[in-house]
């Protein structure tokens, strides 16, 4: 696999859906490895690696679908493979967002192979998003770099590699998105109407909101909207992409706790 500098990735301009709101997260071309270099002592999977310092690291910002989730795991095994080719036994530099451990323990963070001198070199998060093996799955409290791997991820669908070419994960519409109930998805389609009440919001895709799909704004995702002047309702109409875990609450729902779930396409 050829390395993926991440200073390459900052310079790609593709023609793109814009972010909501385009200057939500941190400024990309600002964010820099403060850890590291440190063995890589093994690929535990696809987004973890365990450094021989003992520490787990888990790739932020991405997931890859495990065997429990594809036909057949391989692009799990794809990662995988690509991630130990890159760094195993090789040192990596790290950055971290705001939140630096999840539940189980692990680091979360922006990781990059590090090459001479201790710089970065190759960025893994955007490796395995460029090859198709990932997509973009961020968290109010980990937004590193989110604007460069939506990027990366928008050239890797529009050449259909890797996951990308296969209709198991392919964008969902508002009318398919029952059938894949529990589970990461991205649906694009054209918000209908929008609610906003104290506490809550609601983006509705179809003429009925108690069987159509849905997007629920959370109260914490109105107040970032809010503090970023994004107008929910200036939604009404537009052709959005929104990411998350697809569940059923009056028909099939995404739930948006941070702006950066949702792309404006038109």
Same mark, same amino acid.
């Given at each position: 696999?050829?390395?993926?500098?991440?200073?390459?990735?900052?310079?790609?301009?593709?023609?793109?859906?814009?972010?909501?709101?385009?200057? @939500?997260?941190?400024?990309?071309?600002?964010?820099?490895?403060?850890?590291?270099?440190?063995?890589?002592?093994?690929?535990?999977?696809?987004?973890?690696?365990?450094?021989?310092? /003992?520490?787990?690291?888990?790739?932020?910002?991405?997931?890859?679908?495990?065997?429990?989730?594809? =036909?057949? /795991?391989?692009?799990?095994? =794809?990662?995988?493979?690509?991630?130990?080719?890159?760094?195993?036994?090789?040192?990596?530099?790290? @950055?971290?967002?705001?939140?630096?451990?999840?539940?189980?323990?692990?680091?979360?963070?922006?990781?990059?192979?590090?090459?001479?001198?201790?710089?970065?070199?190759?960025?893994?998060?955007?490796?395995?998003?460029?090859?198709?093996?990932?997509?973009?799955?961020?968290?109010?409290?980990?937004?590193?770099?989110?604007?460069?791997?939506?990027?990366?991820?928008?050239?890797?669908?529009?050449?259909?590699?890797?996951?990308?070419?296969?209709?198991?994960?392919?964008?969902?519409?508002?009318?398919?998105?029952?059938?894949?109930?529990?589970?990461?998805?991205?649906?694009?389609?054209?918000?209908?109407?929008?609610?906003?009440?104290?506490? =809550? /919001?609601?983006?509705?895709?179809?003429?009925?909101?108690?069987?159509?799909?849905?997007?629920?704004?959370?109260?914490?995702?109105?107040?970032?909207?809010?503090?970023?002047?994004?107008?929910?309702? =200036?939604?009404?109409?537009?052709?959005?992409?929104?990411?998350?875990?697809?569940?059923?609450?009056?028909?099939?729902?995404?739930?948006?706790?941070?702006?950066?779930?949702?792309?404006?396409?038109?």
């Amino acid at each position: 696999m050829p390395p993926y500098i991440a200073g390459l990735f900052r310079a790609i301009t593709v023609a793109m859906a814009g972010l909501l709101p385009a200057a @939500a997260a941190a400024d990309d071309a600002a964010v820099m490895p403060t850890e590291g270099p440190v063995l890589v002592a093994d690929v535990i999977d696809a987004e973890t690696l365990r450094l021989a310092d /003992g520490r787990v690291l888990r790739l932020a910002g991405i997931v890859v679908p495990m065997p429990a989730a594809g =036909a057949d /795991g391989r692009y799990a095994e =794809a990662a995988s493979r690509s991630l130990a080719l890159l760094v195993q036994d090789r040192p990596v530099v790290f @950055a971290f967002g705001a939140r630096r451990m999840d539940r189980h323990g692990r680091f979360l963070a922006q990781v990059w192979r590090a090459g001479e001198n201790g710089a970065e070199d190759a960025w893994l998060q955007a490796a395995l998003l460029a090859d198709g093996f990932a997509r973009v799955a961020t968290t109010p409290d980990n937004l590193l770099l989110v604007n460069d791997m939506l990027r990366v991820e928008d050239g890797a669908r529009r050449a259909r590699r890797g996951l990308w070419g296969d209709t198991a994960y392919r964008v969902r519409t508002p009318e398919d998105a029952g059938a894949v109930l529990d589970s990461f998805q991205i649906v694009e389609g054209r918000v209908l109407a929008v609610a906003i009440r104290r506490r =809550a /919001g609601y983006l509705n895709f179809g003429a009925d909101y108690r069987t159509d799909f849905t997007l629920s704004l959370s109260r914490e995702a109105l107040r970032l909207m809010r503090q970023a002047n994004v107008d929910p309702m =200036a939604l009404q109409g537009s052709r959005v992409r929104a990411r998350g875990w697809l569940r059923s609450f009056n028909g099939p729902l995404i739930e948006i706790t941070h702006p950066e779930q949702i792309e404006v396409l038109q």
